[in-house]
C-alpha cells in the first residue's frame, strides 16, 4: 500500500473531501467511497475516463455494452469488475434490452448514477493494466454544469480528472438536419477546452473519441466518420481541429432494427427488436492507445 494512497483512504477520490470513514457516498459529491478504497487496494492512481452527452443520445446504452464486450474478453480485452457495484450498470442495459426495452434515463441526483471500476488490459505484449473508472452522467445535470459551471461540482471534478473523454453524439440527428448536436458538442468541447485553458497558441493534449452514435440511421457515417463529422458538425468539426491535439471520429450503434409502439398514454415509444453492436471498442481501444 503507497503512502499517499493510504492517506487518502477516507477522502472522496472526485472531490477529496473528507469523509466519515463509514460513509457509502461522499458527504459533497455523492460519488461512491468505495472508488478510494478499490485505489489504495490496487496501490495505483486510478485512471478515470469520461463518456459525455446530450440527453438521449445514449450514454447508458453505449457505456453498458462497452462494460459487457470488456468483460467479456471481446477485442482481445480482459477486464475485470472491482467491487459488486460495477456490474450493476451493464446487467441493468443488457437486461432491459433482452426484454426489448430501452433503459430509463439516468436520473439527474448524482447519488443515483451508475459508478463502474474496471481493471483493463488488452493482450499484447508490452501492454499495461489500467484502473478506469467510468461513471454513467445524466445529460440534464451535463449540460447544466456545461451552462453554468460549477452547478454540479462532481462533474466538474470528474472532467478536470479525466485522463481522456468519449464525447458522444447524435449522428441520426445530425443527419437530418438538425443543429442541436452540432450546437451541444461545440459547447461540451468549449468547456473542456477552458478547463484545460493553456496558450492560445497551444492545443489540448487530452485525448477525445467522438462517437458518431444510433450511426445504423446513416450508414455513410461508418464509411468516413470524419467527412460525416465535417459535413453535419461543421462547428464541432472546427474547435475540435483549432483546440484539440488528439481527436478521433468513430460511428457506433448498438440496435440493429427497431420497432414503434405506444405507452399506457399512447405515446409512441420506440421497441429494440434486437441488438447488434457495431463500433463500440473501436474507441475506446483508440483512447486507450493515447494514454
Known amino acids: 500500500m503507497t503512502t499517499v494512497l493510504a492517506e487518502r483512504i477516507n477522502h472522496c477520490l472526485i472531490c477529496e473531501a473528507k469523509n466519515h470513514p463509514e460513509a457509502v457516498l461522499c458527504s459533497d459529491c455523492s460519488a461512491p467511497m468505495a472508488l478510494i478504497q478499490e485505489a489504495v487496494q490496487q496501490e495505483r492512481e486510478p485512471c478515470i475516463i469520461s463518456v459525455i452527452g446530450d440527453s438521449n443520445v445514449g450514454k447508458t446504452v453505449y457505456l453498458g455494452f462497452l462494460l459487457d464486450m470488456l468483460s467479456k474478453r471481446a477485442g482481445n480485452f480482459s477486464a475485470i469488475p472491482k467491487g459488486a457495484y460495477s456490474v450493476n450498470l451493464q446487467q441493468a442495459v443488457i437486461n432491459y434490452l433482452s426484454r426489448r426495452m430501452f433503459?430509463?434515463?439516468t436520473p439527474s441526483e448524482v447519488d443515483q448514477w451508475n459508478w463502474a471500476y474496471y481493471q483493463v488490459v488488452r493482450h499484447q505484449r508490452g501492454t499495461r493494466w489500467f484502473d478506469l473508472v467510468m461513471p454513467?452522467?445524466?445529460g440534464e445535470a451535463l449540460a447544466a454544469e456545461v451552462d453554468t459551471p460549477h452547478s454540479f461540482q462532481v462533474i466538474h471534478n470528474l472532467l478536470a480528472k479525466s485522463e481522456g473523454c468519449i464525447l458522444l453524439i447524435?449522428?441520426?440527428m445530425a443527419?437530418?438536419?438538425s443543429p442541436q448536436p452540432d450546437f451541444f458538442g461545440l459547447k461540451l468541447m468549449s468547456y473542456v477546452d477552458d478547463m484545460f485553458a493553456v496558450k492560445r497558441e497551444d492545443k489540448i493534449d487530452v485525448p477525445v473519441a467522438v462517437v458518431l452514435c444510433k450511426a445504423d440511421y446513416c450508414p455513410e457515417s461508418?464509411?468516413?466518420p470524419h467527412k460525416f463529422a465535417q459535413t453535419n458538425l461543421n462547428r464541432l468539426w472546427n474547435v475540435c481541429e483549432a483546440r484539440f491535439r488528439n481527436v478521433e471520429f468513430f460511428a457506433a450503434s448498438v440496435v440493429g432494427s427497431l420497432g414503434y409502439g405506444s405507452d399506457e398514454d399512447n405515446n409512441v415509444i420506440t421497441i429494440p427488436l434486437h441488438?447488434?453492436?457495431r463500433g463500440i471498442l473501436e474507441p475506446?481501444?483508440?483512447l486507450l492507445s493515447r494514454l
Request: hydrophobic share 40%; glycine share 4%.
Open 103 to 105: 433503459p430509463p434515463k
Open 175 to 177: 443527419s437530418t438536419g
Open 170 to 172: 447524435d449522428a441520426a
Open 222 to 224: 461508418f464509411d468516413n
Open 136 to 138: 454513467d452522467m445524466a
Open 284 to 286: 475506446f481501444r483508440w
Open 275 to 277: 441488438c447488434a453492436p
